[in-house]
């Protein structure tokens, strides 16, 4: 199978398995007005109204907003499936990919929108808006969906998931330290693939 075959089908698997699951908060584009006060509002705004969309499984570059291919997607959150390395076994005429699924989330903290309040219980003095860290729970919810997924299968497609390595997972670090991208949150999951392969040489003669 051809890599950008397989990088493809990955992609597609999470856009169809994993990434339907799940909806987490959109970063705003531009500028969004208050239409009460003709102001601008900011994501730290009590009146702010944040959007919620499913993740999107993009290949290799998480591609800037001006660059997004329609139908366009936010391209945050998001996973980008990126491939690390590979080697193919000559004899065996399999290959196998070591496969980085990065994944990002933003989330500059507690909006009213996040907060329940029962019925006929609205409090009269509403609360504010809270800056805070607790954004990283959403790459890490979206990083156990990924791993409870492939975890319970051995293929996609044609693609074999390799189970006699570990799967691994982590935070991007910059010298051994997590980097504070705040209101970004940004993890890792990385495991291998196996295919087979098939080469014939007569067809190079006609390219």
Known sequence: MAITDSMIKIADWLNGTVCP??????????????????????????????????????????????????????????????????????????????????????????????????KDRRPKEMPHFEPAYTGWMDAWNFVDGILIKLEAINNIEHIQIVKDTPITFGCYKEQDNIPDFYPYWFAWVQFKVRSGFYRNNEIEKYL
């Not at 705004?45 to 291919?69: C, G, M, R, S």
């Not at 997607?73 to 990126?82: A, D, L």
């Not at 070591?98 to 996040?114: E, K, R, V």
């Open 21 to 118: 699951k799940y909806k987490f908060k959109v970063p705003p584009e531009g500028k969004i007005q208050d239409g009460d006060r003709r102001q601008i509002l900011a994501p730290m705004d009590d009146k702010y109204q944040y959007q919620e969309v499913n993740p999107y499984a993009f290949v290799l570059f998480l591609p800037t907003k001006d660059k997004i291919p329609p139908p366009k997607r936010p391209n945050m959150p998001s996973v980008c499936v990126q491939l690390v390395s590979g080697f193919d076994d000559l004899l065996k005429s399999s290959r196998e990919m070591t496969i980085n699924l990065a994944c990002s989330c933003w989330n500059p903290g507690i909006h009213i929108q996040d907060i329940y309040f029962p």
